[in-house]
């Protein structure tokens, strides 16, 4: 069966501190995803992966970095988390080649950050 | 840029009711169309996708025709559940990047 885990379901941080969001997946994906869901926003896409240590910036990546040192891994990091930073995230991951891959997600960490 | 534009929610209809959740799409070349669905508490599924122009993509009783003509992919199920209370996203795909709809709420009364 299909797997996208994250490390965290609920996650309380308070400002100023270095956060760390994990995704595993287990279905051999090269490409991971980071997203944050926001009411009347969407889900808007913070950055991806197409493979082991390449990155690049989706539409909002300021405030956030990403380290991919195994294919399987993909983290999501806050070098000093904010209050605007409160917000549902979730992790995606896809195959990289077929113009319909289906991108698998995992069930989201909720971070309020105070 | 691509961009959609789904109806706003929340929307809230009796059991055995008809839907349809509008979508809207501008996007540059042929891109992907995909409804997923969110249920309370849990990620993304994807609910169904159409890849050219006049596919239908269907699933659970859901359906959504892909026109290019109108650029629309509007999701459509005859007679909905209580269990089908969930958020709805609209997305297209360009390449291998998604982008999203705001979602539309909708909540299924008995």
């Known amino acids: 069966d299909v797997k996208v885990t994250q490390s965290s379901r609920y996650l309380v941080k308070r400002t100023g501190e270095k956060v760390f969001l994990e995704c595993v997946q287990d279905?051999?994906?090269?490409?991971m995803f980071w997203y944050r869901q926001d009411p009347g926003l969407g889900l808007r896409l913070i950055y991806f992966?197409?493979?082991?240590?390449?990155?690049e910036k989706g539409d909002i990546p300021e405030g956030y970095s990403v380290s991919r040192e195994k294919k399987e891994r993909f983290s999501l990091i806050l070098e000093s988390a904010s209050t605007n930073q409160t917000s549902m995230y979730l992790c995606a991951s896809s195959f990289h080649r077929g113009r319909d891959n289906e991108q698998f997600f995992g069930p989201g960490t909720r971070l309020t950050v105070l | 840029g691509n961009s959609v534009t789904q109806m706003e929610g929340p929307v809230t209809l009796s059991e055995e009711a008809f839907l349809t959740i509008n979508c809207t799409y501008t996007a540059t070349g042929y891109p992907s169309l995909f409804w997923y669905v969110q249920y309370p508490g849990e990620g993304l599924q994807l609910l169904l996708k159409?890849?050219?122009?006049?596919d239908k993509g269907s699933n659970k009783g859901f359906e959504a025709t892909y026109r290019k003509e109108t650029t629309s992919f509007h999701l459509e199920k005859g007679s909905v559940q209580v269990s089908d209370s969930a958020v709805y996203f609209c997305a297209l795909r360009s390449n291998y990047k998604l982008t999203f709809g705001k979602g539309t709420l909708l909540t299924v009364n008995p």
């Open positions: 279905m051999d994906h090269e490409n």
């Open positions: 159409a890849t050219k122009a006049d």
């Open positions: 992966s197409y493979d082991v240590k390449m990155k």
